[in-house]
């Protein structure tokens, strides 16, 4: 799940950090949406899963990175808090 509190400051913070690719992401879809002079907070949360291994850290890291964006264009909207859940299939 993703959580983005928009904010006048031109800082975004994620937390926990992750790496440089989810706050690209949410960097991206600020500026796709015209206010890439923002900033905000983007809360990640994932929930523990039951499989492990290389494939399922790639398709969490594409998850984090799709639910980044989402957040960011949901909260943009109407300059609200915006959460969006997303289920990561578990690969083969």
Do not use: N
């Not at 879809?29 to 015209?34: K, M, P």
């Not at 899963?49 to 850290?57: K, V």
């Amino acid at each position: 799940m993703a959580r983005f509190t928009p904010s006048e400051l031109p800082v975004l913070t994620v937390r926990p950090p992750r790496g440089t690719e989810v706050t690209r992401a949410a960097a991206r879809a600020l500026a796709t949406g015209g206010r890439g002079q923002l900033g905000g907070v983007l809360d990640i949360t994932v929930l523990p899963g039951r499989a492990d291994g290389p494939a399922l850290d790639r398709a969490l890291a594409h998850a984090e990175r799709h639910a980044a964006e989402r957040a960011v264009t949901a909260a943009l909207r109407d300059g609200t808090p915006r959460s969006v859940r997303l289920r990561v299939p578990v690969p083969p």
